[in-house]
């Protein structure tokens, strides 16, 4: 199988692409300056005690409050609300962590309100984001994510990946990292550190002691609620998560993060370096790379499949429901094997689904009714082996009676909603749009006023791929006869994403040119009378007119 990372950098947003065989398996999109991202550290200033929840909601500078539990305080809570707070208190130096070992440990059943104080500061990690009318919920327990390793603040053990098989790696892992480890924090050995040598492990777990250092360099400074500690960014988070000698490539459009990220597989993979590399076409890379049309039909209500079968996929605020439809599927002879076919094939597709559309949650999927018991327990697996590459934690119970399998995904973010029906761009929903035959003319208006009035001449013109294969058709082309009549050199991309008679202008840094303000075009004062029709919609009518009547 090979695997490739498509990231695609606008000024406003990031969206990545991973992609298996060509096919899409994962999706993110987010706005560059979006915060409270898993990972990121607060000093919280706590505002409600709810003794009913047996929780309480923290400000972290979010809208909607941060929601803590007391099942989330975590075990060494006293230690590091004790560290903090003398650490808030002395400005020179950090007080020892050895000297806080000595707190006695949370139990797992108790109340909040003996543990906290009301407009107290805390420490917290934002587990889940926001997510509809929720605030984050976040968690006291601390640490420190790399690719190889996790460090965790106030505690002693070492505990290795369960899934690193060798027994001789898992205890030759567990003695290094207890040899290397400073004293007073705990380790998780990762699945990604299996074969390492200790110089890597150990400049890594530096690297993390070094970002708590600096949180509570921060803490000294600052006062709640305040960010302490950002998440790496989602481009590298993510990397570092996924990455495998799988990856054949990882295709990025912006120099900038095209850097960082090739100054990060250098540091996890020397060898590994060639396959970043940098898209510098001019076609709009989610085309490029076919991710537009598989998020244009793998989204949306129906999702089809190979003979007929598709699949019916509804979300609510509680559940997520899949229904599983052979539709007027044939060629397959009995009831039964008909069921079995198109059962296994929607459960790849489900499997892709669920990553791709990152569905957390309770997922309740509606197969077809089959009345073979080892055809029931083969789809079991089936499913189970399918979903052995979701990084997402999760479990899946054996068919019901029903038919109804049930599955349940861990939720950190909210679901990835991708529209494949839109508002009609061009009537806005009237039903009453302005005279096609007058767009070239409205083009070449908007062109004039850009280049004349905003004196801007280094610019491209994102249309659908059909005008564009008309503006760029003929030797002496349409968009020639502009760039002649303006004095200018732009660029016509064809972009999948727009309407037929939808446009966009981008500058040199790929910053939208807002040009739908029809009082800047010249077109409206174009004179009807003898108004010749453009060539595309001229059909053997060469000298077809209009009159003004």
């Known amino acids: 199988m090979i695997s490739e990372l498509v990231i695609d950098v606008q000024p406003t947003e990031v969206s990545i692409a991973m992609l298996e065989d060509e096919r899409l398996v994962e999706f993110q999109k987010e706005a560059r300056n979006i915060s409270f991202a898993v990972g990121d550290i607060y000093l919280g200033k706590i505002r409600k005690l709810m003794p009913g929840l047996n929780a309480a909601f923290i400000d972290v500078g979010h809208p909607k409050e941060a929601f803590l539990h007391y099942a989330d305080l975590g075990t060494n809570f006293n230690r590091l609300d004790k560290f903090v707070k003398a650490v808030a208190v002395e400005k020179k130096r950090f007080p020892p962590l050895g000297k806080f070992m000595t707190e006695p440990e949370v139990t797992k059943e108790g109340s909040l309100t003996d543990v906290l104080k009301q407009f107290d500061d805390v420490l917290v990690q934002i587990v889940k984001e926001p997510i509809s009318t929720?605030?984050?919920?976040v968690s006291c327990e601390i640490s420190y994510a790399g690719r190889y390793l996790v460090a965790m603040p106030f505690g002693d053990k070492v505990n290795v990946s369960s899934k690193i098989g060798s027994s001789e790696e898992r205890v030759r892992l567990k003695q290094l990292i207890q040899s290397i480890k400073p004293k007073n924090f705990s380790v998780i050995v990762r699945t990604?550190?299996?074969?390492?040598?200790?110089?890597?492990?150990?400049?890594?777990?530096?690297?993390l002691v070094k970002r708590w250092n600096d949180s509570m360099a921060k803490v000294q400074k600052l006062k709640g609620p305040a960010l302490i500690c950002e998440e790496t960014g989602r481009t590298v988070a993510l990397l570092r998560d996924i990455f495998s000698p799988s990856f054949e490539h990882i295709y990025i459009n912006d120099k900038e993060i095209y850097e960082e990220i090739r100054d990060y597989v250098s540091l996890i993979a020397p060898d590994r370096v060639p396959i970043v590399e940098h898209y510098r076409g001019n076609m709009p890379m989610l085309d490029h790379f076919n991710v537009t049309?598989?998020?244009?039909?793998?989204?949306?209500?129906?999702?089809?499949?190979?003979?007929g079968a598709y699949l019916i996929v509804e979300h609510t605020e509680a559940m997520h429901v899949i229904d599983v439809n052979s539709g007027n599927r044939k060629g397959t002879v009995g009831q039964e094997n008909t069921a079995v076919e198109v059962n296994q094939a929607a459960a790849l597709e489900i499997a892709r689904q669920l990553r791709m559309r990152d569905m957390g949650g309770i997922i309740a999927v509606d197969f077809i009714d089959m009345h073979e018991q080892e055809n029931r327990q083969t789809l079991l697996e089936t499913m189970r082996t399918l979903m052995d590459n979701d990084r997402a934690k999760h479990n899946i119970l054996p068919l019901n009676k029903f038919g109804v399998m049930m599955i349940t995904r861990q939720r950190v973010r909210p679901i990835l909603d991708f529209a494949n029906t839109e508002m009609c761009p061009v009537c806005f929903g009237t039903g009453q749009i302005k005279p096609s035959?007058?767009?070239?003319?409205?083009?070449?208006?908007?062109?004039?006023?850009?280049?004349?009035?905003?004196?801007?001449?280094?610019?491209?013109?994102h249309v659908h791929p059909f005008v564009a294969a008309y503006l760029n058709q003929g030797f002496f082309t349409k968009k020639r006869k502009w760039q002649i009549k303006f004095g200018t050199r732009f660029k016509v991309v064809p972009d999948q994403s727009l309407g037929v008679l939808e446009y966009k202008f981008f500058d040199k840094h790929k910053i939208e040119l807002d040009m739908k303000d029809e009082s800047l075009s010249a077109v409206a004062q174009l004179p009807v009378t003898n108004y010749q029709l453009?060539?595309?919609?001229t059909v053997n009518k060469p000298n077809t007119k209009i009159t003004d009547n």
């Open 192 to 207: 990604s550190a299996e074969g390492k040598r200790v110089a890597e492990l150990d400049t890594e777990l530096r690297g």
């Open 134 to 137: 929720k605030g984050p919920r």
């Open 293 to 307: 049309r598989q998020l244009r039909s793998g989204f949306g209500r129906t999702v089809t499949l190979k003979k």
């Open 437 to 461: 035959i007058l767009f070239e003319d409205v083009l070449e208006a908007k062109v004039g006023d850009l280049v004349k009035q905003l004196k801007v001449k280094n610019f491209k013109l």
């Open 534 to 537: 453009p060539e595309y919609l």
